[in-house]
Each structure stands twice: as C-alpha cells, then as structure tokens.
C-alpha cells in the first residue's frame, strides 16, 4: 500500500555540477526536493520505487545500484539508483536487463537520494514512456502500491515547458493553466485530477510528468493520503513542482 510520494522535477540542472554557474537559481527546488525526500524517509516504507519519463531505451524497470551518467550534459559525473546492492544480492537484482544506464530523470533521483543518504529501503526504478496511456499509467501505479506493504514512491517529471517565449517548446498560451492544474492537483493529493490530465495536450506542452503522475495516481487510489506543495515555479519556461503526499 502506498503511504508516502514525493513528487520532484527532473532537470539535470538540479545537479549544482550540471547547472555550474547558474547552480543558485535552482538552490530553493534543491532544498524542497530534500525535504520531500525526508518524508519518504520519515514514512518508514518497506520499499522506494522512483518513477521518472525516459526515452525508449531507458523505459522499463532498473535496480538498486544501477548506474547513471552526467557525461552528455558535459560533467563527468555518476551516480546510482540508492546504494549498491548488498553482496550476495539475488539474480534478479543485478541482472543485466536492469542494469541499463539510467534515463535523465531517474539518474537525477539518484543524486537526491545520494545527497538525502538514503538507506530507509530497497530502491526500485521504473522509466515510464511519454506515450503511455492514462489507462495504462493507472494500472501500473495500482501494481506497484501492492508491491509491499509499506510502498513510498518517487516520482520525477516536469510540467510544460512552453511558458516562455525562450522556453524549450517556446510560448503555449494553454501552458500556464495546465501548469496551474497539474500544481493544484499534485499539491492536493487529488487523484481523480490527475487521472484526469490531458494526454494529448501534455505531449503537446511537453510536460513530461504526466505519464509519472498518473502512474502515482494509480497507486494512491483508495491510499487516503494528504498532499502538501512546497515549491512552483518555471524557471527557464519550464514548470517545476515539488509536493509531498503522507
């Protein structure tokens, strides 16, 4: 049963080395996806699955211990998925189909989590495709919240990025009002609205947290859970959220 989520944006800029220079502009999302890392840690779970949108080859599930990379955002930097696996760890978690290299957003996970010292509970990862169906996304949240007894989740993804007229997808008028729902939404707790998000204004916003969230609305479904919003903003056009659900 799910009893906790943090809900944290994915930009490698979050990493102060990626970002270098322009490391400040993003210290006060850095200091709130530290705390919504701390109430996944105060929630006691038996098992941290992090979920995050990722390319084709990146899609599908990764272990504790897998590997990510800066190195194509030019630092030499590397991370992992939670600690190393303890030695002696079953087939099933160091397997080579899970130890691909970690998709941007859950590598991004990595740090906060190397930065947080996480060890409450085993880490699981899960790159979740852009296209994937609401319906599909809910399910699979819904498998995953009777994964334990006790299932935190950490859920990385970004609003639109088309809030500024300099932003990635550059200026989408819609983006402002998606962004303001998804915020609400997330802040909230409220599931049936983000069962709700528009799939097909999302990927035309290019918010890629919408598949993540509807992933983590699957698996609170029925949780009961409170949420709490601790950060929104969208620097560099790009909308960020971060929000505790407990």
């Given at each position: 049963?799910?009893?906790?989520?943090?809900?944290?944006?994915?930009?490698?800029?979050?990493?102060?080395?990626?970002?270098?220079g322009?490391?400040?502009?993003l210290d006060?999302?850095?200091?709130?996806?530290?705390?919504?890392?701390?109430?996944?840690?105060?929630?006691?779970?038996?098992?941290?699955?992090?979920?995050?949108?990722?390319?084709?080859?990146?899609?599908?599930?990764?272990?504790?211990?897998?590997?990510?990379?800066?190195?194509?955002?030019?630092?030499?930097?590397?991370?992992?998925?939670?600690?190393?696996?303890?030695?002696?760890?079953?087939?099933?978690?160091?397997?080579?189909?899970?130890?691909?290299?970690?998709?941007?957003?859950?590598?991004?996970?990595?740090w906060?989590?190397?930065?947080?010292?996480?060890?409450?509970?085993?880490?699981?990862?899960?790159?979740?495709?852009?296209?994937?169906a609401?319906?599909?996304?809910?399910?699979?949240?819904?498998?995953?919240?009777?994964?334990?007894?006790?299932?935190?989740?950490?859920?990385?993804?970004?609003?639109?990025?088309?809030?500024?007229?300099?932003?990635?997808?550059?200026?989408?008028?819609?983006?402002?009002?998606?962004?303001?729902?998804?915020?609400?939404?997330?802040?909230?707790?409220?599931?049936?609205?983000?069962?709700?998000?528009?799939?097909?204004?999302?990927?035309?916003?290019?918010?890629?947290?919408?598949?993540?969230?509807?992933?983590?609305?699957?698996?609170?479904?029925?949780?009961?859970?409170?949420?709490?919003?601790?950060?929104?903003?969208?620097?560099?056009?790009?909308?960020?959220?971060?929000?505790?659900?407990?």
């Open positions: 049963m799910l009893v906790a989520a943090a809900v944290c944006p994915s930009p490698p800029l979050l990493v102060p080395e990626v970002a270098a322009a490391a400040p502009e006060a999302a850095r200091a709130a996806c530290s705390d919504a890392v701390a109430v996944l840690a105060a929630a006691r779970p038996d098992l941290l699955v992090v979920i995050g949108p990722a390319e084709q080859s990146g899609r599908g599930p990764h272990s504790q211990g897998a590997r990510g990379s800066f190195q194509g955002f030019g630092v030499d930097l590397d991370v992992r998925l939670g600690p190393a696996p303890a030695p002696g760890a079953s087939a099933s978690t160091t397997s080579p189909e899970t130890q691909r290299l970690l998709p941007p957003s859950l590598a991004v996970a990595g906060l989590l190397a930065h947080a010292r996480w060890s409450s509970a085993p880490v699981e990862g899960l790159g979740v495709g852009e296209p994937l609401p319906e599909r996304c809910i399910q699979v949240g819904g498998e995953i919240g009777k994964r334990a007894d006790r299932v935190a989740l950490l859920v990385m993804g970004d609003s639109s990025a088309c809030r500024t007229l300099k932003a990635p997808g550059y200026l989408d008028e819609r983006a402002a009002g998606f962004d303001a729902e998804a915020g609400r939404a997330l802040g909230a707790a409220d599931v049936a609205a983000l069962k709700a998000l528009d799939e097909e204004l999302a990927y035309e916003l290019k918010a890629a947290g919408r598949a993540p969230w509807q992933v983590l609305a699957g698996a609170a479904d029925g949780a009961g859970l409170s949420g709490e919003l601790l950060y929104e903003d969208a620097p560099y056009g790009v909308g960020y959220v971060v929000a505790t659900w407990s």
